[in-house]
C-alpha cells in the first residue's frame, strides 16, 4: 500500500483559498491502481468526502463544494493537491487524504490527517 | 445525487452482543459500497469493499451483506476494541462519492 503526507497551513483567513499537498510514497503516482480523494471531518461530525482524482481522468467532486473545489495531481513530485477557494468558518475541519484503489477497493491507504482552521 | 442514511445513529450494546448497522441508498450503487470503522482521533479504516469483501487483517466477526440500495454491516459477538464509530460509503462510477452520516457504537 501505498504511504500518504498531508501538508499545507493549518490557519486560512476567511475568504481565502486553503491549499493542501499529499506526498505518495512506497509507490508511483504515475503506476495508476488509485483514485487520489480527499476527505474531511469537522469536529464532533462526520466524514464528508471532497473529491478524488484518478491519475488520468475527469475529477469527481461533492456538488455541494464543486464550484469551490479542485484537485489536481502532480506526477513529477508524486504529489496530489487540494485547492478549496472562498473558505469560510465552515470549512475548518481535519482534511485527510486518501488513496481508493481502483476495482472497488475502498480507501487503501488514508494520510494521518491536518486540522485547517478558518480563521481572522 | 446519491444519499446514503445509515441506521441507527447511536446503537448501545454490551460486549458479545451482536449488532447490526443498516445502510440505505437513495438509487442503486450496485456492489460498490464500503464500510469503515473510527475510533475518536484516529484515522478510519476500511472494514468491507464492495459491499461484502472483508479487508485483510480485520476480524471475521465483521461481515457485510447488501445489494442495491440496501446494505448492512453485522458484528457477530461485540468486543471491546469494536466500540467506535462505523460509516458507510457509496464509490459508484459517474456519481459523486457518499458517506452515510455515521452509526455510534458505544456501551450499554
Known amino acids: 500500500q501505498v504511504q500518504l503526507q498531508e501538508s499545507g497551513p493549518g490557519l486560512v483567513k476567511p475568504s481565502q483559498t486553503l491549499s493542501l499537498t499529499c506526498t505518495v510514497s512506497d509507490g508511483s503516482i504515475s503506476s495508476g491502481g488509485y483514485h487520489w480523494s480527499w476527505i474531511r471531518q469537522a469536529a464532533g461530525k462526520g466524514l464528508e468526502w471532497i473529491g478524488c482524482?484518478?491519475?488520468?481522468?475527469?475529477?469527481n467532486r461533492n456538488p455541494s463544494l464543486k464550484s469551490r473545489v479542485d484537485i489536481s495531481v502532480d506526477t513529477l513530485k508524486n504529489q496530489f493537491s487540494l485547492r478549496l477557494t472562498s473558505v469560510t468558518a465552515a470549512d475548518t475541519a481535519v482534511y485527510y487524504c486518501a488513496a481508493y484503489r481502483e476495482g472497488g477497493g475502498g480507501v487503501g491507504s488514508w494520510g494521518q490527517g491536518t486540522l485547517v482552521t478558518v480563521s481572522s | 445525487d446519491i444519499q446514503m442514511t445509515q441506521s441507527p445513529s447511536t446503537l448501545s450494546a454490551s460486549v458479545g452482543d451482536g449488532v447490526t448497522i443498516t445502510c440505505r441508498a437513495s438509487?442503486?450503487?450496485?456492489?460498490?459500497l464500503a464500510w469503515y470503522q473510527q475510533k475518536p482521533g484516529k484515522v478510519p479504516k476500511v472494514l468491507i469493499y464492495?459491499?461484502?469483501n472483508l479487508e485483510g487483517g480485520v476480524p471475521s466477526r465483521f461481515s457485510g451483506v447488501g445489494y442495491g440500495t440496501e446494505f448492512t454491516l453485522t458484528i457477530s459477538s461485540l468486543q471491546p476494541d469494536d466500540f467506535a464509530s462505523y460509516y458507510c460509503q457509496h464509490y459508484m462510477d459517474d456519481s459523486p462519492w457518499t458517506f452515510g452520516q455515521g452509526t455510534r457504537v458505544e456501551m450499554k
Open positions: 482524482i484518478p491519475t488520468s481522468g475527469y475529477t
Open positions: 464492495k459491499a461484502s
Open positions: 438509487q442503486s450503487v450496485g456492489g460498490w
